[in-house]
């Protein structure tokens, strides 16, 4: 799959050219200077020779096969010549050229034309508008970017080519190597996901490093990302997560940005690690490309400097790390060796004047150490600082040991040549502690992700058949809303303990009702255009007698039919008056580019005015219920505050686990909300009391 | 010669659907059926110098009438002709002109359908109000009701029945909420009976007949198609406008139900690819901003109309505003819609033996 895009035996440059001055040039010679070593053919029909080739009028005249074909003619004549790479054959394809979907709606249906012959010759297709592809292995370059990056084990694929552009010239100067470059363009054809299938699979890439402005096929994505973040770190960032920035993605690319919670909570499910800048972005990579993989949060520093060996103490925990005590027999042994004045405490001081060998007897004594997982050591160029030999030092130890190590050689003009030589052993340089901890923080999370158990749903025993009927009837109505009166039959065929309550028509009935359920009730508006019962004083609770039931029924009515002349009122619902517990929000919103958002928050005031919220895509296990309930800031409130009994996890994870269902089970569900479903203390279970839905209104 | 004057108590009742539905009825069953109204109150210019009654052509067309739409019409209320009249001090007897263009419309008819004023006063310093029209005709009228609620609708049908008495062949609710039917019909309905005010129909409140198809939103707003022409006969029934967070858009767009249009600006792509993702039936993009190809394309392949407009999203609103609930039945599917539902909740029966049909 997609092999022909980075090991193919022969390349053809369509639109090859020999002016230095045109894209046709410079992608040849970079095939040429790269390396290259299977078979090129320049394609021009008006050359006899292109940097010592043979050039060819078309791909057709050519007799042996062509594994992979670069287009770099211009727009109109694109569809022409990829038609003919599907008679050759030819199974890969880069168009670099630009000028289709972003160059307005010729562009784009000239984009749409070529999505037509590559289905039709059964081709895959990277581009158009795109810098190429380099494969540092085969080794294949085949951009226009300025040069060939060293080799690693990195494979980058970006949805922009300039930024491709920048990420190469940081990696020529020799911070970073690549496997695997892709700049995906316009993603006419072979999109993230593609990529991430083929790579997941690719021995000489280790992390996988993805510019995203929006992703399509999200939940695919998804699957895929969960498959792949098993063997190897994914790591992400993606751009338009702001209200201006997604605009600005959906006006550079006809694509939507998506929403932030979406990402953030698909990301997480599939194990791909989130980098919020360009930088994170290299520092995560370079630790999971270069050091062994993490097994425990316990950082161990090393340092020859007290204010930066802090700075890494309160980065490190802030990370969410721990900077563990180092076990009795290294301090002993930290002790005898080094200075008095020395720190043996995690973390560990050499002290300014440490030469290589103080450090290296400190380090080797940290890493051994059963309770540390990982080592940062911070070197400040001081005046007898051995800048070399501790970075040879470090490299040596870094190789030796199973644990990573992480450097923080600080500094720029004399730090420099330490740098160098710890790029010789592999051992990533962080210039600030700030720096180092996220890395290794990023580095934990990951671990974590990748020993969970294999996700598998866990159906809950349902009944869908009536929530069917009460569909199909409310459509049938023209509607698209289902308010609390017909909400609870959904609630009750999914399972969820409901109050027993009554539609009443009349004040009469209602009294009748009220009887039936026994005081005190609760009176709500029915009405099926009326979803925020409170906002209109649609709810009445603590309703005690026949009397009050009956001027209930009639404020309520009055009420509803004053703020919302529109609304088709029912009547009301008679409810039992259920006893006090925590009330939580449990919620749902359909993205558009990965399904069903399930929210879980407190309900009321916190959820609106905090924010205070933990998303997950549906349908998701119950041990990610159980992650999204703890992850709430407000969450040591369900724990129980001083002495108070905590809520009823299981009830609140079983909710959320019949929500996950409910919303799987139905997608033409595009918005739900539990408000509140009211936990009782442990043991004690959960009430759904109030629910309203919203249904896809059907296209014509 | 049998004669049927629908009036109605305000504007925008539904007394042309009622007109066009009776008609088309009526030649189903065979009849000759003409048309007349007498008092014209906002000619419309079709051409320069030439006015015209608006409903009075839209019938003669549906219908398919031999006459001329002015030979349908009695007295227009042109400017010169408001002057002239004053507020009732003219000397000039309007009446006296609209009985012999009746005379001549009638000619030849089994079943006239006389469609009267918008209101119980329109005409009265004319002289032409329903009440002067049908004693001076000797017209049975019918008197269409739009529904508000109960109490409006029992003072609209005692306001009609103190206006044309024995004229007052009965009258028709229209537009009542399905979930006010039921009340509606079992307590206004007895009562009004019970004052000898005939009720012959309660015609229940349908969202497709308020609706405003693509193209005459096109025409209202002067706009250019960007997509899909050949859609301008899908109709709209609720609007939202795209002005917000495209994370808030995606909930509120969703929540309306029913035939919607988007109305947002041209240069947000991001609202209208949300919205394309949805059930929308049509976009309309101010600002006169030409949105991405995408948007077009997707348009084109889901068959949604894109329309473009010069004006700012509100004063797209407020066109919209003003037109909207008061176009004709311009679509045969909006006007076999409520064909269909005077058929089902009108007493034909009961009218025919009022006019003494057989």
């Given amino acids: 799959m997609l092999e022909n895009f980075f090991q193919p035996d022969s390349v053809a440059v369509i639109g090859a050219s020999r002016d230095p001055e045109k894209l046709g040039f410079a992608v040849l010679n970079n095939l040429k200077e790269g390396g290259y070593e299977g078979r090129l053919y320049p394609i021009n029909p008006k050359a006899e020779e292109i940097l010592g080739l043979k050039a060819y009028e078309s791909v057709l005249d050519i007799e042996d096969p062509v594994g992979l074909a670069i287009i770099v003619v211009p727009s109109k004549i694109v569809p022409h010549v990829l038609r003919e790479c599907g008679e050759k054959g030819i199974s890969a394809v880069v168009i670099i050229t630009a000028g289709f979907r972003e160059a307005g709606r010729e562009g784009l249906e000239r984009e749409r034309e070529l999505l037509d012959i590559a289905k039709e010759y059964d081709l895959r297709v990277i581009g158009p508008n795109c810098l190429g592809v380099i494969d540092t292995d085969t080794p294949l370059n085949a951009t226009f970017a300025a040069g060939m990056p060293p080799s690693g084990p990195i494979a980058f694929m970006s949805q922009s080519g300039a930024l491709g552009t920048a990420v190469l010239d940081i990696a020529m100067a020799g911070r970073i190597g690549f496997s695997k470059f892709v700049s995906l363009g316009n993603k006419a054809d072979v999109s993230e996901t593609d990529l991430l299938k083929a790579w997941g699979e690719d021995p000489s890439s280790r992390v996988i490093l993805i510019y995203v402005e929006g992703l399509p096929d999200g939940q695919e994505f998804m699957r895929v990302a969960r498959d792949v973040t098993r063997n190897k770190p994914v790591v992400a960032i993606k751009s338009g997560v702001t209200k201006s920035g997604s605009r600005a993605v959906s006006s550079h690319t006809g694509s939507l940005a998506g929403s932030e919670e979406a ?182 999370s990951y671990r974590r992700e990748k020993d969970r158990p294999v996700f598998e749903p866990e159906p809950c025993e349902v009944c869908q058949p009536p929530v069917r009927e009460l569909f199909s009837q409310v459509r049938e109505q023209g509607r698209v809303s289902i308010g609390d009166a017909e909400a609870r039959e959904v609630l009750e065929a999914y399972g969820f303990p409901v109050p027993e309550s009554y539609l009443a028509e009349t004040p009469e009935e209602a009294v009748e009702m009220a009887e039936r359920i026994g005081y005190p009730v609760v009176l709500k508006i029915a009405s099926p255009d009326i979803l925020h019962k409170t906002d209109v004083g649609g709810v009445k609770l603590n309703v005690n007698s026949p009397g009050d039931v009956r001027d209930a029924f009639d404020l309520i009515v009055y009420r509803a039919s004053r703020y919302v002349p529109d609304a088709r009122v029912w009547g009301c619902l008679v409810q039992e008056m259920v006893r006090e517990g925590r009330e939580i929000l449990v919620g749902m919103n359909r993205d558009p580019q990965f399904g069903p958002l399930v929210a879980f928050g407190l309900g009321g005031i916190y959820v609106e005015a905090l924010r205070d919220v933990a998303f997950r895509i549906a349908p998701f296990s119950q041990e990610e219920a159980r992650e999204m309930i703890g992850e709430i800031r407000s969450y040591p409130l369900l724990a129980g505050v001083r002495g108070e009994s905590p809520a009823d996890h299981e009830a609140m994870v079983d909710a959320l686990m019949r929500v996950s269902q409910l919303v799987t089970d139905f997608p033409e569900i595009v918005e739900l909300d539990i408000n509140p479903l009211t936990v009782f203390d442990e043991g004690q279970g959960a009430v759904a009391i109030d629910m309203r839905l919203v249904l896809e209104s059907e296209s014509s | 010669m049998k004669a049927l004057y629908v009036t109605s108590i305000e504007p925008f009742s539904g007394k042309t659907a009622v007109c066009l539905a009776l008609g088309r009825r009526f030649r189903r069953e065979g009849y000759k059926v003409g048309y007349f109204k007498p008092l014209s109150t906002q000619p419309w210019e079709p051409a320069p110098g030439r006015a015209l009654d608006e409903d009075a052509d839209f019938v003669r067309r549906t219908l398919e009438l031999e006459e001329s739409t002015e030979e349908l019409t009695g007295v227009l209320l042109t400017p010169s002709l408001a002057r002239e009249m004053r507020c009732g001090c003219a000397d000039r007897d309007l009446m006296a002109e609209v009985k012999p263009a009746y005379e001549k419309a009638r000619a030849g008819k089994e079943i006239m359908l006389v469609e009267g004023g918008s209101s119980l006063r329109e005409g009265l310093s004319l002289g032409l109000d329903p009440r002067s029209v049908t004693e001076a005709l000797d017209l049975s009228a019918l008197a269409i009701i739009r529904y508000r609620n109960r109490i409006n609708q029992g003072d609209d049908c005692i306001a009609a029945y103190q206006h044309l008495y024995d004229h007052l062949v009965g009258t028709m609710i229209n537009a009542v909420p399905r979930s006010e039917l039921k009340l509606s019909l079992k307590i206004c309905t007895p009562c009004l009976e019970q004052q000898d005010i005939r009720v012959l129909g309660t015609i229940p409140f349908q969202e497709e007949l308020q609706a405003i198809s693509v193209g005459e939103l096109a025409d209202v707003l002067k706009a250019e198609f960007l997509a899909r022409k050949d859609k301008a006969d899908v109709l709209i029934e609720r609007f939202v406008v795209g002005a917000m967070g495209v994370d808030q858009a995606l909930p509120r767009i969703r929540r309306v139900p029913g035939a919607k249009a988007l109305i947002t600006g041209g240069d947000r792509s991001d609202m209208q690819l949300v919205a394309l993702q949805t059930a929308t039936r049509c976009l309309i993009l101010t600002g006169n901003l030409r949105p991405m190809p995408e948007v077009i394309r997707r348009g084109e392949e889901i068959g949604v109309p894109i329309l473009l407009v010069r004006q700012n999203t509100l004063e797209t609103v407020e066109q919209i505003e003003q037109v909207f609930g008061k176009t004709r039945l311009g679509q045969e599917t909006k006007l076999e819609a409520f064909e269909a539902l005077f058929a089902e909740h009108f007493d034909f029966e009961r009218l025919y033996g009022l006019m003494e049909l057989s």
Wanted: with cysteine.
């Fill in chain 1, 263 to 444: 990402y953030v909570a698909a990301f997480k499910q599939a194990g791909v690690t989130r980098a919020g800048s360009m930088e994170q972005v290299f520092d995560y990579a370079l630790g999971f490309a270069y050091q062994p993989l993490l097994r425990g949060n316990r950082v161990g520093i090393v340092t020859n400097a007290g204010g930066p060996g802090i700075l890494a103490t309160d980065a490190v925990e802030r990370a969410g790390l721990e900077i563990p005590r180092l076990s009795g027999e290294t301090v002993q042994a930290l002790k005898e060796y080094l200075p008095g004045a020395a720190s043996a405490a995690n973390p560990v001081d050499v002290l300014g004047d440490a030469l290589a060998d103080r450090y290296e007897h400190a380090i080797k004594l940290v890493l051994d150490d059963s309770n540390v997982d990982s080592v940062i050591v911070i070197v400040t160029p001081q005046a007898m600082t051995e800048i070399e030999s501790t970075a040879h030092v470090v490299g040596q130890l870094s190789q030796e040991s199973d644990k990573p190590v992480l450097a923080c050689f600080m500094g720029e003009s004399r730090i420099d040549a330490g740098i160098r030589i710890l790029r010789e052993y592999d051992v990533p340089n962080y210039p600030f502690p700030e720096r180092v901890a996220p890395a290794l923080a990023a580095m934990e």
